[in-house]
């Protein structure tokens, strides 16, 4: 698949860019894409629930009535879940939600991930550029020009770009990833990607490693 190369004036410039049928063009996983989102989403959760059992409940441990001969149900101290202010049965507790996946699935899902958005013609080719300032306006220009103002965007990057991140980080559909941080979750929940020329060259290496 060949793609024009656009500058981020919104004009095509005369060159194109070949995306490697490898990674651009497999036949998609949906299992490995599900396994790859799954572990991105498990690893951002903290963990850090507790909810209080009858035994960490601060109160007193006297029986509240006797065993038998009052007609209700018999009842311990008022730490007793059934009571108001008891302690929680089986409530959540801090546990880690990490879980491993191997790196050939990871690879596969990404792999996926791209051929569905080349699929969709939602992948878009920059050529190489850079802020002379950090500045929000200007990439919200940029972003104008290119006709994709309206929609959540991924911008692939060679390299960190510290001017264009900060450029970036106060729109809320725009995100800027480098290409060797690139994942399945990521180029799934953006409408359109907009790949930097020299990107390309990059994601090929990645993948060949």
């Given amino acids: 698949m060949e793609l024009v190369v656009h500058k981020i004036d919104g004009s095509a410039t005369t060159r194109k860019v070949a995306l490697d049928d490898a990674i651009f063009g497999i036949e998609p996983n949906d299992h490995a894409i599900y396994l790859d989102v799954k572990q991105h989403l498990a690893n951002k959760r903290q963990g850090t629930h507790s909810a209080k059992e009858r035994s960490q409940v601060s109160g007193s441990t006297r029986k509240l009535k006797r065993q038998k ?10 730490n007793s879940p059934v009571f108001v202010g008891g302690g929680r049965a089986f409530g959540p507790q801090p546990r ?29 080719i920059l050529e ?21 103002a309206d929609q959540k965007t991924l911008m692939v990057l060679p390299e960190t770009d510290q001017k264009v991140y900060m450029s970036s980080r106060n729109i809320q559909k725009a995100k800027v990833l480098t290409a060797a941080s690139i ?14 020329e020299s990107s390309v060259q990059k994601i090929n290496e990645m993948f060949q490693k």
């Fill in 96 to 124: 880690v939600y990490n879980f491993k996946l191997n790196k050939k699935v990871k690879q596969l899902a990404r792999k996926s991930a791209l051929t569905y958005k080349a699929k969709q013609n939602e992948i878009m």
């Fill in 183 to 196: 994942n399945t979750y990521d180029i799934l929940n953006a409408g359109n990607i907009l790949i930097v």
């Fill in 69 to 78: 001969g009052t007609g209700g149900a018999r009842s311990g101290d008022i």
């Fill in 128 to 148: 190489d550029f850079s802020f002379e300032e950090i500045k929000t306006s200007r990439y919200k220009e940029l972003l104008s020009n290119l006709k994709v």
